[in-house]
């Protein structure tokens, strides 16, 4: 077998989180959740590079997602009047005016992956109920980051959570819809033909990590 075979994107990144599953339910260390940064930037760079048709456009269109999710969550941080009142603890590494600096990845790589899911199965519905399709995706896989993320210091509610699974404020899921709605609507129409298998792997493998903490890890 040829090794550079082995290094195909999508392995890679199933590696990764097979690793990661593992890493969190044994656990290996006690902060082994610390490295969520350093996770999320290579496997949105391994993502990236995997998609071969690449260009000006889709670097655009996540550019402006990371500038527009980061700059929404820290007017979020700052005022408490956006997603509900919430602070971002440590595990999310370096931040800037109590935002980690890295949630802007996270918002390029849910639209990215959102818009490239939506294009593969729904190619030819009309851009608006593609874009729809996009927020819903994001939206869920918020609910089930969000108890992960409250249980290992992501951040933290105000507010004490309604159950083992919505932990946040209802705004917090409507505004999550319309920002991400917003984004998929913007990015279908800049870049229309975004499809890249890798980016789409990584979403369902995050959707199964945190489904998987909540059902194994969480107590």
């Given at each position: 077998m040829n090794p550079l075979k082995l290094l195909n994107p999508i392995r890679v990144l199933i590696i990764i989180y097979i690793v990661g599953i593992i890493g969190v339910t044994v656990p290996l260390h006690k902060d082994f959740m610390m490295l969520t940064p350093i996770n999320l930037l290579t496997t949105f760079i391994i993502a990236v590079y995997a998609d071969k048709n690449k260009n000006a456009g889709l670097y655009l269109v996540l550019a402006f997602s990371y500038l527009f999710g980061f700059f929404l969550e820290l007017l979020g941080v700052q005022t408490g009047v956006i997603f509900g009142a919430y602070e971002y603890g440590d595990t999310l590494g370096p931040k800037i005016w109590g935002t980690p600096l890295i949630i802007g990845i996270n918002w390029a790589m849910l639209v990215y992956?959102?818009?490239?899911?939506?294009?593969?199965?729904?190619?030819?519905?009309?851009?608006?109920?593609?874009?729809?399709?996009?927020?819903?995706?994001?939206?869920?896989?918020?609910?089930f980051i969000e108890p992960v993320a409250v249980k290992f210091d992501f951040w933290s509610w105000a507010l004490a959570p309604t159950n083992k699974l919505i932990v946040a404020p209802l705004e917090n899921y409507i505004v999550w819809w319309l920002a991400a709605f917003l984004l998929n609507y913007l990015v279908q129409i800049i870049v229309p033909a975004i499809k890249n298998r890798a980016i789409e792997v990584l979403f369902y493998l995050q959707l199964l990590f945190f489904i998987w903490i909540i059902i194994f890890v969480i107590k």
């Open positions: 992956a959102s818009v490239s899911i939506s294009n593969s199965y729904f190619e030819h519905f009309p851009t608006i109920v593609k874009a729809a399709i996009g927020a819903s995706l994001m939206v869920l896989l918020d609910i």
